[in-house]
């Protein structure tokens, strides 16, 4: 029964091992050619916006009878019509979703420099000021380069997330698989 149990583990960390290397291995190929990961990830957002849109309108008409069909309606094309949008014109696409990202940064950077001056009287409130800064400098990088930075920009970040994420999954893994040896070990010499 041990033995069993054993082997379903050893199964699911050996599984989740080969999915962060293969994680690690896209994210470093999204981080080599960030011109097309950019456009891929541009072209993804489309499609989610366009089945997102469908799925409004089913929902509308579903729901018609309960007041505001109309702006249900309204709402589906909107989400149809920006999902059509980005599909057709992807490098428009791109430069729009560069600049938003930009603006993002930028507000997120003022909503926690302001929370950081209000948590001051706190010990570790230097922290989230050493975050807001950042993510202040980084907005203010891509807004000043923009739209230069738009061909590669949103594939690089897109590329960094995917390759940490395999390299906190092969990391997981690894310690999972060490903290289990010993126990395995152990069985197994009685």
Not at 112 to 117: D, G, K, M, Q, R
């Amino acid at each position: 029964m041990t033995t069993d149990v054993s082997r379903d583990t050893n199964k699911d960390v050996n599984g989740s091992l080969i999915s962060g290397i293969i994680l690690s291995v896209l994210g470093v190929i999204a981080i080599a050619a960030p011109n097309f990961t950019t456009l891929f990830a541009e072209s993804w957002i489309a499609v989610i916006l366009i089945f997102a849109g469908f799925t409004k309108l089913v929902y509308a008409t579903q729901t018609r009878e309960q007041g505001g069909f109309i702006w249900k309606l309204l709402l589906s094309g909107l989400y149809i019509a920006t999902g059509v949008m980005l599909f057709v014109y992807p490098f428009t696409g791109v430069l729009t979703l560069t600049l938003l990202l930009g603006t993002f940064l930028l507000t997120e950077g003022t909503f926690e420099l302001i929370l950081a001056f209000q948590l001051r009287p706190q010990n570790n409130w230097i922290w989230v000021l050493l975050d807001s800064i950042i993510t202040l400098v980084l907005g203010g990088m891509i807004w000043f380069q923009w739209p230069f930075n738009a061909p590669w920009l949103l594939g690089t970040l897109v590329g960094v997330s995917i390759l940490f994420t395999g390299i906190s999954r092969v990391m997981f893994s690894l310690n999972a698989r060490s903290t289990s040896n010993p126990s395995d070990q152990a069985t197994n010499a009685t």
